[in-house]
């Protein structure tokens, strides 16, 4: 198995090798590294509410006969002059899809500016935790979809880190990777993102979920090996515009609410505390406490759920999580809506949910592996456009690839 998932990302790398020749005069590159995507079992919208989160990496699609493993490759070499230069192949980023800057020193501070994309890149370099970092050439090549809801954006700038710990190591905290990673998104790239895209992207184990609690920053591995159970994702392939405007102000209200608790977060809160200050907080406001503190209770009952076996139990948390994200916190769409309920007329579907911030992207459909032909052809036939698959294999997060 492992030999395979090597050679499916290798298709990516050879992609990337090839694009890297083309554009630096012919040289090889000397360096490679990968970063998953991700896909959230439950705890959705909690992350930043310092709650839990349920994530895993590793997924394929599958293309006739081949699995195609997904994830965001970076390859490249150092160079002498001090300039970065840095391609990448992704069809959807902004033109220029080349840009080049002198690396950051002391005295020169790198800023974000056009293209829109190239500021997840610059944003790590500038928040990288070693240095002085020397010039360096590079290409990204990805096939996770862009703002698909598989979170390209935490494996882009994860593969960034790895990438540059290979240039100049770091101390090797991990912890501290994940926040660097998440400080470039908020600072360079303008999206004041939890931190679960990339702890994931960071620390992801083959085999396993990580049980991520946002509050402590500890994460508990739950293996998930069972062959008898299938984690199916399924691309609505639609995506609102309403994602970059909405998430923050989802953000405020949660602040707003734990103010009004008396709370430094949400995670502090039990029900009680929200019905006790119900009265305090607008009708939307109370909705949206309702759902995090809900959430972040589902998510601890998920995690013992998965550990105990008991698959009835977590699919019908994921329902619950689904409809509480579509009726109080108001981030589903109908697409989305469609595609869990057609799901969960399957039998042998334990559960299925949105996953990832909402407004389109994906859904996360647990199933026994005996369902899944008819999971599939099923949820094909109801969706009312083109849906993509992909099936989750629990794989390692990000790592130098040889070359
Ligand atoms: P998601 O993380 O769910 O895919 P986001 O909106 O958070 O969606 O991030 C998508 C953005 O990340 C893209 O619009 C692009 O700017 C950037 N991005 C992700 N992957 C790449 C890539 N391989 N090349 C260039 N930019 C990328
Ligand atoms: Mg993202």
């Given at each position: 198995m492992a030999g395979r998932r090597e050679a499916d990302l290798g298709s990516l790398l050879a992609q990337a090798r090839v694009a890297y020749r083309g554009a630096f005069a012919g040289a090889d590159p000397?360096?490679?590294?990968?970063?998953?995507?991700?896909v959230n079992l439950i705890g959705e919208h909690t992350d930043y509410n310092q709650g839990f989160v349920l994530p895993m990496v590793g997924f394929s699609q599958r293309l006739s006969l081949q699995a195609l493993?997904?994830?965001?490759?970076?390859?490249?070499?150092?160079?002498r002059d001090g300039t970065i230069s840095i391609i990448t192949t992704a069809e959807e980023a902004e033109e220029p899809k080349r840009v080049q800057f002198p690396a950051p020193t002391e005295t020169n501070t790198l800023r974000p500016g056009e293209p829109h994309w190239a500021n997840y890149v610059k944003g790590v370099i500038q928040h990288y935790r070693a240095g002085p970092l020397p010039g360096f050439n590079a290409v990204i090549a990805s096939n996770v979809p862009l703002g698909g809801g598989l979170s390209s954006s935490a494996s882009l700038e994860v593969a960034t880190y790895t990438f540059l710990q290979q240039l100049c190591p770091d101390d090797?905290?991990?912890?501290?990777?994940?926040?660097?990673?998440?400080?470039?998104?908020?600072t360079f790239a303008g999206m004041p993102?939890?931190?679960?895209?990339q702890f994931i992207s960071v620390m992801g184990k083959e085999g396993n979920a990580l049980l991520?609690?946002?509050?402590?920053?500890?994460?508990?591995?739950?293996?998930?090996?069972?062959?008898?159970?299938?984690?199916?994702?399924?691309?609505?392939?639609?995506?609102?515009?309403?994602?970059?405007?909405?998430?923050?102000?989802?953000?405020?209200?949660?602040?707003?609410?734990?103010k009004a608790l008396g709370k430094a977060s949400l995670r502090e809160a039990c029900m009680a505390d929200l019905e006790a200050a119900r009265a305090l907080?607008?009708?939307?406001?109370?909705?949206?406490?309702?759902?995090?503190i809900g959430e972040i209770e589902r998510t601890s009952r998920a995690a013992q759920a998965l550990q105990a076996k008991d698959y009835r139990t977590?699919?019908?948390?994921?329902?619950?999580?689904?409809?509480?994200?579509?009726?109080?916190?108001?981030?589903?769409?109908?697409?989305?809506?469609?595609?869990?309920?057609?799901?969960?007329?399957v039998r042998g579907v334990y559960g299925s949910r949105m996953t990832g911030g909402g407004f389109g992207g994906c859904t996360v459909t647990l199933l026994e592996a005996g369902?899944?032909?008819?999971?599939?052809?099923?949820i094909k036939e109801k969706y009312n456009g083109t849906a993509t698959f992909y099936f989750t294999t629990p794989s390692d997060g990000a790592k130098a690839q040889p070359l």
């Open positions: 000397e360096i490679a590294v990968s970063a998953p995507g991700r493993q997904l994830g965001t490759v970076m390859v490249g070499s150092p160079r090797g905290d991990l912890v501290a990777k994940a926040l660097a990673c998440q400080k470039a998104e908020h993102c939890g931190i679960m895209d991520i609690d946002c509050r402590s920053l500890e994460t508990f591995l739950l293996p998930l090996t069972d062959p008898s159970l299938v984690v199916l994702i399924t691309n609505s392939n639609v995506r609102h515009a309403l994602t970059g405007s909405e998430y923050p102000t989802r953000r405020r209200q949660c602040e707003e609410a734990a907080l607008s009708e939307v406001v109370y909705r949206r406490a309702r759902h995090v977590f699919g019908r948390l994921m329902v619950e999580s689904h409809n509480s994200l579509r009726d109080d916190y108001e981030v589903s769409c109908p697409e989305l809506d469609g595609l869990v309920a057609a799901a969960l007329e369902a899944a032909e008819e999971a599939l052809q099923h």
